[in-house]
């Protein structure tokens, strides 16, 4: 395989499976989640060997190196080579107990069921 001095940013975060798609590879830089050396890059930015890229997803954020350039999606085992893990900071925060999910109640809580109402119905309570 030929060696690549500089890739597109977008392309080389396709081909490390740090996205499934280019396209929303593309959305997240243009999103502001991707830093580059520091800065945010446009989409169309070159990316060259020792590079460092700060990437924000919505479960961690990594700090990686690039070691290689390649613009082809491998397995994850060649994704893998193409850098070198900095950091990572996963994102798995719990909602706190006051804050209440949507569409979540105790159960017992609020209008009865129908099933309730039946059984309210069946005891003769509603007449």
């Known amino acids: 395989m030929e060696a690549i001095e500089k890739l597109r ?18 959305d997240a830089i243009k999103g502001g989640k991707i830093e580059l050396n520091g800065h945010r890059p446009k989409p169309s930015k070159t990316l060259s060997i020792g590079d ?13 190196t690039v070691l290689e350039l390649s613009d082809r999606r491998g397995s994850a085992e060649q994704a ?6 900095d950091s990572e900071v996963l994102n ?22 129908k099933r309730d109402r039946r059984k309210i119905d069946k005891l003769g309570f509603n007449n």
């Open 80 to 85: 893998q080579t193409l850098y070198q893990m």
């Open 52 to 64: 460092k890229l700060k990437i924000t997803q919505p479960h961690r954020q990594v700090e990686v």
């Open 9 to 26: 940013v977008d392309k080389w975060l396709w081909a490390a499976r740090f996205f499934k798609t280019r396209g929303v590879a593309l």
């Open 92 to 113: 798995q925060r719990k909602p706190s107990a006051d804050m209440a999910l949507v569409g979540y109640r105790e159960k017992g809580a609020g209008r009865p069921t």
